[in-house]
């Protein structure tokens, strides 16, 4: 582990969330957090031996065995954040995309909840190259982006905060886990964890200590600081900055920036050729990240994609047309679009079609093809499907 060559990301706008789902071939709960594992696409390639789904899944639940069992801080913020929403781990080897001069551990994503009610997903991915870590590694990493962001998340600060003080917070968790795992806080690598953190992330947060509650920085003065104790502290500091302006300036700059890279990156999908960029530029309008939600843009571009052969777009049509979502209710064109995704490969597109059989919704009815639909699913470890046969009665 090299504390300079990774990173740690919090993901404002992705939609690396919704195909990592969909696809994903290994999926369970465990202690209350859904854990995924997906593999990696047949056509991509990288210069690193790739974990196959079933062990980076594995991975994932060792390394949140790890942080429950031997930080209670951490684990008890992490049954917070069950009791409001759905928490989530995904493996994803084709996360980050491509990178030549550092190193993606994992991300949050915290633009990925559920739109209705007050229900939110607390969704972390894991990368490639998170998973190549030791599972006591990789619990510190998602005590940083799974404790220290999702509460973040859970208290609506995601926005409202910029990220050098979103980052302070989450390395806090971070240390309390290193603390907590027992790692040798005399190592080259934990000094140098503590020096960024200090001097960096958590610079400005020390400064006004120095300056409105100076006592208060002894807390920081010993080999394992009081990290709970700092954070109290902390809160007071976020709202002292939300009184004074300074984060909401920093904010709207921020935002002003993040409001051009966003019209040029939909400029740019829009005049592309190619059938994925017509799809990401779909879910995009369809989720409204970066820019308003437009249904009617995203049922345009998602039928280009899925005119063109792209089979996740052609589910993704199809899911639109079954629940009205940016188009008209059409269950025949629903499942229209859903076979053409099942005879593609699309997993999840396989056992939705197979069931849209077996039940004789929008198609008629016929149990034995939907029944080989599903198993087609089943055989690639889908969860769903398994469980669909057993309840048919089907071995």
Same mark, same amino acid.
């Given at each position: 582990?090299?504390?300079?060559?990774?990173?740690?990301?919090?993901?404002?706008?992705?939609?690396?969330?919704?195909?990592?789902?969909?696809?994903?071939?290994?999926?369970?709960?465990?202690?209350?957090?859904?854990?995924?594992?997906?593999?990696?696409?047949?056509?991509?390639?990288?210069?690193?031996?790739?974990?196959?789904?079933?062990?980076?899944?594995?991975?994932?639940?060792?390394?949140?065995?790890?942080?429950?069992?031997?930080?209670?801080?951490?684990?008890?913020?992490?049954?917070?954040?069950?009791?409001?929403?759905?928490?989530?781990?995904?493996?994803?080897?084709?996360?980050?995309?491509?990178?030549?001069?550092?190193?993606?551990?994992?991300?949050?994503?915290?633009?990925?909840?559920?739109?209705?009610?007050?229900?939110?997903?607390?969704?972390?991915?894991?990368?490639?190259?998170?998973?190549?870590?030791?599972?006591?590694?990789?619990?510190?990493?998602?005590?940083?982006?799974?404790?220290?962001?999702?509460?973040?998340?859970?208290?609506?600060?995601?926005?409202?905060?910029?990220?050098?003080?979103?980052?302070?917070?989450?390395?806090?968790?971070?240390?309390?886990?290193?603390?907590?795992?027992?790692?040798?806080?005399?190592?080259?690598?934990?000094?140098?964890?503590?020096?960024?953190?200090?001097?960096?992330?958590?610079?400005?947060?020390?400064?006004?200590?120095?300056?409105?509650?100076?006592?208060?920085?002894?807390?920081?003065?010993?080999?394992?600081?009081?990290?709970?104790?700092?954070?109290?502290?902390?809160?007071?500091?976020?709202?002292?900055?939300?009184?004074?302006?300074?984060?909401?300036?920093?904010?709207?700059?921020?935002?002003?920036?993040?409001?051009?890279?966003?019209?040029?990156?939909?400029?740019?999908?829009?005049?592309?050729?190619?059938?994925?960029?017509?799809?990401?530029?779909?879910?995009?309008?369809?989720?409204?990240?970066?820019?308003?939600?437009?249904?009617? !843009?995203?049922?345009? &571009?998602?039928? $280009? *994609? /899925? @005119?063109?052969?792209?089979?996740? #777009?052609?589910?993704? %049509?199809? =899911?639109?047309?079954?629940?009205?979502?940016?188009?008209?209710?059409?269950?025949?064109?629903?499942?229209?679009?859903?076979?053409?995704?099942?005879?593609?490969?699309?997993?999840?597109?396989?056992?939705?079609?197979?069931?849209?059989?077996?039940?004789?919704?929008?198609?008629?009815?016929?149990?034995? !093809?939907?029944?080989? &639909?599903?198993? $087609? *699913? /089943? @055989?690639?470890?889908?969860?769903? #499907?398994?469980?669909? %046969?057993? =309840?048919?009665?089907?071995?």
């Amino acid at each position: 582990m090299n504390l300079f060559n990774l990173t740690l990301c919090l993901l404002v706008a992705t939609t690396l969330a919704t195909a990592s789902v969909q696809a994903a071939p290994v999926e369970f709960m465990h202690r209350g957090v859904k854990i995924i594992g997906k593999d990696l696409p047949a056509d991509a390639r990288y210069d690193i031996e790739i974990m196959p789904a079933v062990t980076g899944a594995q991975r994932v639940k060792e390394a949140l065995d790890i942080l429950y069992d031997h930080s209670a801080f951490n684990g008890a913020a992490i049954d917070r954040l069950k009791v409001n929403g759905n928490v989530i781990i995904i493996y994803d080897p084709t996360f980050p995309k491509r990178e030549l001069t550092q190193i993606t551990i994992a991300a949050f994503l915290p633009d990925f909840y559920q739109a209705d009610g007050n229900i939110k997903d607390f969704v972390s991915v894991v990368g490639r190259y998170g998973a190549k870590w030791s599972a006591r590694d990789l619990a510190a990493v998602l005590a940083h982006e799974l404790t220290g962001h999702g509460i973040q998340h859970l208290r609506g600060r995601l926005e409202l905060v910029r990220e050098v003080d979103l980052e302070c917070e989450a390395y806090l968790y971070q240390e309390n886990a290193y603390q907590d795992l027992g790692f040798n806080k005399q190592s080259q690598d934990m000094i140098n964890f503590r020096q960024v953190l200090e001097r960096h992330w958590c610079a400005d947060f020390r400064r006004w200590q120095r300056n409105t509650r100076a006592p208060a920085l002894a807390s920081w003065d010993q080999l394992n600081p009081d990290v709970p104790k700092i954070l109290d502290d902390y809160l007071h500091y976020i709202d002292a900055l939300g009184k004074s302006g300074v984060a909401g300036r920093a904010i709207d700059n921020a935002s002003a920036e993040k409001d051009r890279n966003s019209r040029q990156r939909l400029a740019t999908l829009a005049a592309s050729d190619d059938p994925e960029m017509h799809f990401q530029l779909a879910l995009i309008y369809r989720a409204g990240i970066g820019t308003d939600a437009n249904p009617n !843009a995203a049922l345009e &571009w998602m039928t $280009k *994609a /899925a @005119d063109a052969g792209h089979a996740k #777009a052609q589910f993704e %049509l199809g =899911k639109m047309y079954w629940r009205g979502q940016g188009a008209p209710v059409d269950k025949p064109v629903a499942v229209t679009w859903t076979r053409k995704a099942a005879e593609s490969g699309i997993v999840p597109a396989a056992y939705t079609y197979g069931a849209m059989l077996v039940n004789g919704d929008g198609v008629a009815k016929d149990r034995d !093809a939907g029944i080989m &639909w599903i198993k $087609k *699913a /089943a @055989d690639h470890d889908f969860t769903p #499907a398994i469980a669909a %046969l057993q =309840k048919l009665g089907v071995k």
